[in-house]
């Protein structure tokens, strides 16, 4: 039971805030390295090709150095090469303040991490103009001798004729708009670095702007391009809407943020494309093949729950290949309807319009209602503050519906609010299995959990976590542009 609790709660760290202190983050880390070190290395390993919310690579990453096995640092070195500079800075940070070591590993991989980048002065110019601050720390938090270009950009202040920077200096010298909008599609700037450079944005320098965004920059900037008109200029329109197309198989695009994307945006056929995106790439993720039931605790004080059932619902929706059933409730239960297979916002807040939380709390009332109406479903995601205070009790009616139903499904809790773990106790004293997460607001992490819904079972999830091998480093890895910033 000890051993189960360990990976229970290190499944749970990864539904927490995205934006959390690493502190935070670090510390059940740390204890699953003392107690399961073999698991953490096969789950870190497993994360990073399967994980959503980046800045968990960063704290598995220096899990990875801080382990005492030699092919666990093996494996964060080749992790490491893959981040964007900030993103080893916080490696470099939860290894050295909070894992309390940093391994001669460590400083290697930072040390081939800023050589590989230094050979490449076009890779080279585009981080040390987005994240120079980041190189600058890496540099000196562990002592590296920055090369001649890194020193003459970043430490001098003198960038060599022809680099990006000087490129940039020239831009934000220019005051003629027409020949802003030339130097940023010549010299094709990334967008950050070019709407940083310009004082204005004038049409010609937006529909520049517009050119070298990259499909998830166009999604995530959508509301600042109505707001400037983009979308009413019928050129610079039919633009986006190639890049919004486009977006649909980058990799570099959050589904997450594309749902905020058309929750923004006013022009419905721009939302709706948008909307169409998003529930491309999350069918292309994999698919949700049990029967599912989400139930919605909107008993007092509860609307986190209400929001959160939303979000989620936008999630999974395109997800589904088997019956979607969602149900609210407090002391009674009704079911909500959603247009089949939508992953669009909208859709899921237009069905849960006049879902207001008040009442008091029967968490079995959704499961009584699947009871009386003969509805099979594989697994329960229960989103609550377990504060069940009301007959039909949850263990009651699950056990019921097991006996009647003949199936026993998966239990999700997701824990909102000021959450307790009554809930969990109960379950425990039936020896009923079940899975904890906890959810305090954040969307970003809300997508760590669609890995755990989609596979058959949480033993075959367990099975492919520990068959997930450790990446093993290369013999000459080449530096991708892409992976500059």
Excluded at 363 to 385: C, F, H, M, Y
Aim: hydrophobic share 45%.
């Amino acid at each position: 039971m000890f051993e189960r609790d360990i990976r229970l709660g290190l499944m749970d760290s990864l539904l927490s805030p995205a934006k959390a202190e690493l502190k935070d983050l670090v510390k059940i880390h740390a204890d699953a390295l003392e107690l399961d070190v073999h698991f953490y290395g096969h789950l870190a390993a497993w994360f990073h090709q399967h994980g959503r919310v980046r800045s968990f690579r960063e704290v598995f990453t220096a899990g990875l150095f801080s382990s005492p096995m030699p092919e666990h640092r093996e494996a964060g070195w080749v992790m490491l090469q893959s981040l964007a500079p900030h993103q080893v800075v916080n490696v470099v940070r939860a290894a050295k303040q909070h894992f309390r070591k940093a391994p001669r590993t460590l400083r290697s991989a930072v040390v081939d991490f800023l050589r590989q980048r230094e050979a490449n002065p076009f890779v080279f110019d585009r981080a040390a103009m987005r994240q120079g601050k980041a190189l600058k720390e890496l540099y000196a938090a562990l002592h590296i001798a920055p090369g001649a270009r890194a020193q003459s950009v970043l430490f001098a202040r003198k960038p060599p004729e022809g680099s990006l920077a000087a490129k940039v200096k020239a831009l934000a010298n220019c005051t003629a708009p027409s020949e802003q909008a030339l130097m940023i599609l010549d010299l094709k700037l990334p967008f950050p670095v070019a709407v940083g450079a310009v004082r204005q944005l004038t049409p010609a320098v937006l529909a520049a702007l517009v050119e070298v965004m990259t499909p998830a920059e166009t999604m995530n900037h959508l509301k600042m391009l109505e707001a400037r008109g983009a979308l009413e200029h019928p050129e610079l329109r039919q633009r986006i809407e190639e890049k919004l197309k486009e977006a649909a198989t980058d990799g570099r695009v959050s589904d997450l943020k594309g749902l905020k994307a058309a929750k923004a945006v006013k022009d419905d056929n721009i939302r709706h494309q948008v909307e169409a995106v998003v529930q491309q790439r999350a069918s292309a993720q994999g698919s949700i093949v049990r029967s599912t039931a989400i139930l919605v605790d909107k008993s007092s004080s509860l609307t986190v729950a209400i929001d959160a059932a939303m979000q989620l619902g936008a999630l999974v929706g395109g997800l589904m290949k088997a019956d979607l059933h969602v149900l609210v409730f407090d002391t009674v239960s009704r079911p909500i309807k959603v247009p089949v297979g939508s992953a669009s916002i909208a859709d899921w807040e237009r069905a849960f319009q006049g879902v207001v939380a008040n009442g008091a709390t029967s968490i079995g009332s959704p499961v009584a209602w699947l009871r009386a109406n003969k509805v099979e479903v594989e697994q329960l995601v229960v989103i609550t503050d377990e504060e069940e205070n009301t007959a039909p009790y949850f263990h009651d009616q699950l056990e019921l519906y097991q006996r009647e139903m003949g199936l026993l499904p998966s239990v999700t809790l997701l824990k909102v609010g000021h959450a307790s773990n009554h809930l969990e106790r109960q379950l425990l004293q039936r020896q009923i299995a079940f899975d904890t997460y906890q959810f305090t607001g954040d969307i970003f992490s809300l997508a760590n959990l669609i890995p755990m819904l989609s596979r058959p079972g949480r033993l075959e999830l367990l099975m492919e976590i520990l068959s997930t091998p450790l990446p093993v480093r290369q013999t000459s890895p080449a530096v991708k542009s892409n992976r500059a910033s």
